[in-house]
């Protein structure tokens, strides 16, 4: 069965730390991936990522895929209270193309 | 460009009653989910409209659960008759392209449904 684990579940931090959330995950005929920030309503898109090795980057988040070992990291940056929001990250299952969703990391980043 | 608008935001309603959930996609947008998260869950999979075919309805939960999209462009979720666990934010999501793997899904901010 397809499965998305992320990990941390949930992090506290203090403004201008760095963190790193991981997302592994066991898709069959995986083609992309995708993360996604969530506040109060609708998740908004961050970043999409297709191919082994690139980093994105916008601004002070970056993220990295790796298709051999099945995950892919997001890195902030110099967090800021903006940046307090669940994190989900959804590889897509080519089969049908349905993205598959992980529980997400809840980020708090303190003043 | 407006994006993906779901009606209504909130809806609260007994065990037993029928529910309409409306997603207007963006316009042109071809692919059509529709997602449900029920609380302290994952967002879960229901359905995948292409145009105006499901090409995945493998995570609808149960014959409950109706949707359409007649004319490829709106889509309903209908619920009949509702059950408690049915409770939670129903997503909708679009994307262009007529396999939906080369681009993002847009969001809509949810319809959280309350079954009592």
């Known amino acids: 069965e397809d499965k998305v684990v992320q990990s941390p579940l949930s992090l506290v931090v203090h403004e201008g730390d760095t963190v790193t959330l991981n997302c592994s995950y066991e898709v069959t005929n995986f083609r992309s991936l995708l993360w996604y920030k969530q506040e109060k309503k609708a998740p908004t898109f961050l970043f999409m990522l297709?191919?082994?090795?690139i980093e994105k980057k916008s601004g002070r988040l970056s993220s990295i895929l790796d298709k051999k070992e099945l995950f892919s990291i997001l890195n902030i940056t110099a967090t800021q209270t903006g940046d307090s929001a669940v994190y989900l990250c959804?590889?897509?299952?080519?089969?049908?193309?349905?993205?598959?969703f992980g529980t997400g990391t809840r980020l708090k980043v303190l003043a | 460009e407006a994006g993906v608008t779901q009606f209504p935001s909130h809806s609260v309603i007994e065990k037993g009653q029928t529910v309409t959930l409306r997603c207007d996609p963006i316009?042109?947008?071809?692919?059509l989910y529709w997602y449900r998260r029920v609380m302290g869950k994952e967002i879960k999979f229901l359905l995948h409209?292409?145009?105006?075919?499901?090409?995945?309805e493998s995570g609808m939960p149960n014959n409950r659960f109706l949707a359409e999209r007649t004319g490829g462009t709106y889509s309903t979720l209908k619920v009949q008759p509702a059950e408690l666990e049915d409770s939670g934010v129903y997503f909708c999501a679009s994307s262009q392209g007529f396999t939906g793997g080369n681009s993002p899904l847009h969001f809509g901010n949810g319809t959280r449904l309350t079954v009592t």
């Open positions: 959804a590889p897509l299952y080519s089969g049908t193309y349905k993205y598959i």
């Open positions: 297709t191919s082994s090795g």
């Open positions: 409209f292409v145009k105006e075919s499901k090409q995945d």
């Open positions: 316009s042109g947008h071809d692919n």
